[in-house]
């Protein structure tokens, strides 16, 4: 019977251990979680785009909560979204985007090219706009990523880049 207790709470110690583990730790997340967390399509403006997994990138913040960004197909799309639209922006917690605040949801996003980052609801109507910046030292710039910068994380796109902090 003492054997048997042992066994159950060994049991119960690896199943919150596992639970523990599947929350992962704070920071930007690596290829095989954007693998598992990023959709295949999504849903913007009344279509289905897929997503460019390999142009997916996020962050888990403190309390596991999970921020993703994400290219899309905007092929499909009519020329004025195409123009802001570039891809899903998923966040399960608050964030404050470049000094505004931004609920929990699923959006669109994009960079435009006078220097504005914006957020639109899957209406395609703007929610914010906020203004980017442009790091010039960049020495790679690659298409979507997202780097640490300090409490909070950088989402470039190229060179432009927006702040991004949980709440």
Same mark, same amino acid.
């Given at each position: 019977m003492?054997?048997?207790?042992?066994?159950?709470?060994?049991f119960?110690?690896c199943?919150?251990?596992?639970?523990?583990?599947?929350?992962?730790?704070?920071?930007?997340?690596?290829?095989?979680?954007?693998?598992?967390?990023?959709?295949?399509?999504?849903?913007?403006?009344?279509?289905?785009?897929?997503?460019?997994?390999?142009?997916?990138?996020?962050?888990?913040?403190?309390?596991?909560? +999970?921020? #993703?960004?994400?290219?899309? =197909?905007?092929? @499909? !799309?009519?020329?004025?979204?195409?123009?802001?639209?570039? $891809? &899903?922006f998923?966040?399960?917690?608050?964030?404050?985007?470049?000094?505004?605040?931004?609920g929990?949801?699923?959006?669109?996003?994009?960079?435009?090219?006078?220097?504005?980052?914006?957020?639109?609801?899957?209406a395609?109507?703007?929610?914010?706009?906020?203004?980017?910046?442009?790091?010039?030292?960049?020495?790679?710039? +690659?298409? #979507?990523?997202?780097?640490? =910068?300090?409490? @909070? !994380?950088?989402?470039?796109?190229?060179?432009?880049?927006? $702040? &991004?902090?949980?709440?």
């Amino acid at each position: 019977m003492l054997q048997g207790r042992y066994l159950c709470a060994t049991f119960l110690f690896c199943v919150v251990a596992s639970l523990a583990a599947q929350q992962g730790k704070p920071g930007v997340l690596g290829g095989e979680e954007i693998k598992k967390l990023a959709p295949t399509t999504y849903y913007f403006a009344g279509q289905s785009a897929p997503v460019q997994t390999r142009n997916t990138v996020g962050f888990r913040s403190a309390n596991g909560k +999970v921020t #993703l960004a994400g290219f899309v =197909d905007t092929s @499909g !799309y009519a020329a004025d979204i195409q123009q802001k639209y570039q $891809g &899903l922006f998923i966040t399960e917690t608050k964030l404050d985007v470049g000094g505004s605040q931004l609920g929990p949801g699923e959006y669109g996003f994009g960079f435009t090219k006078d220097g504005k980052f914006i957020v639109m609801n899957v209406a395609a109507e703007d929610i914010l706009t906020v203004s980017s910046q442009t790091d010039e030292k960049l020495a790679r710039p +690659v298409p #979507l990523k997202i780097a640490e =910068d300090g409490a @909070g !994380y950088k989402l470039y796109a190229g060179r432009q880049w927006v $702040g &991004l902090k949980a709440e």
